[in-house]
């Protein structure tokens, strides 16, 4: 486990200490040369048309068919998928050796929080999962009926019209001060940059 977070510690270091060093060259350009900025991100600047990659999410997906067809069988996987999540949340789950597994005492308490929250969302899980696996054996009807209700369409179109959009503001705004966004820029890398080369050099 020591091996693991050490390994994760590394990699977060060698990350901060390229987005460093890159901040420092962009902000460095920015600074003394911000033409070459403006030709460099012409070079990137690229038009997805998302309409066609984003088509899939109006489709209308029909399950129903199927789980009604053998809700028998999937009703009493429901049920013993449930019965056995239940069974281990309740007897088998221990938060405190979730806890001492991670071993990082400054984050002890924040760990068994996250802990409690995905154990709390599985066991509400696993309460409808029986509810829902009940449902389809015995009165697939009411299932019906319920489903019925809670059909709704979400439009998507407004999510590709945002997609779509150009925003040249940004670009703008730093092109008009870049003294000010260089020298921030160029502050902010290099504290980052000294940080990670503490950290992967001690």
């Known amino acids: 486990m020591e091996l693991i977070k050490e390994i994760g510690l590394q990699s977060v270091e060698i990350f901060i200490l390229i987005l460093g060093l890159v901040g420092?060259?962009?902000?460095?350009?920015?600074?003394?040369?911000p033409k070459l900025i403006v030709k460099i991100s012409n070079i990137f600047d690229r038009q997805i048309f998302s309409d066609k990659k984003l088509s899939f999410l109006n489709r209308t997906i029909h399950t129903d068919r199927i789980i009604y067809k053998y809700n028998?069988?999937?009703?009493?996987?429901?049920?013993?998928?449930?019965?056995?999540?239940l069974f281990f949340l309740f007897?088998?789950?221990?938060?405190?050796k979730v806890v001492r597994l991670f071993a990082i005492p400054k984050y002890n308490f924040l760990i068994e929080i996250i802990t409690g929250v995905f154990v709390l969302?599985?066991?509400?899980?696993?309460?409808?999962g029986l509810l829902?696996?009940?449902?389809?054996?015995?009165?697939?009807?009411?299932?019906?009926?319920?489903?019925?209700?809670?059909?709704?369409?979400f439009a998507t179109q407004f999510m590709v019209d945002k997609l779509d959009a150009f925003h040249h503001d940004v670009d703008e705004i730093i092109l008009k001060y870049p003294l000010f966004f260089g020298f921030a820029g160029l502050m902010t890398?290099?504290?980052?940059?000294?940080?990670?080369?503490?950290?992967?050099?001690?």
């Open 189 to 202: 890398s290099l504290i980052l940059t000294l940080l990670a080369l503490i950290a992967l050099l001690t």
């Open 132 to 153: 829902l696996g009940f449902l389809l054996l015995f009165s697939p009807e009411a299932m019906i009926k319920i489903e019925n209700r809670m059909d709704s369409w």
């Open 72 to 85: 028998i069988p999937i009703g009493l996987i429901l049920i013993t998928g449930s019965v056995f999540l």
């Open 24 to 33: 420092m060259l962009i902000s460095s350009l920015l600074l003394f040369s």
């Open 91 to 96: 007897f088998q789950m221990d938060i405190a």
């Open 121 to 128: 969302a599985g066991k509400i899980t696993a309460i409808a």
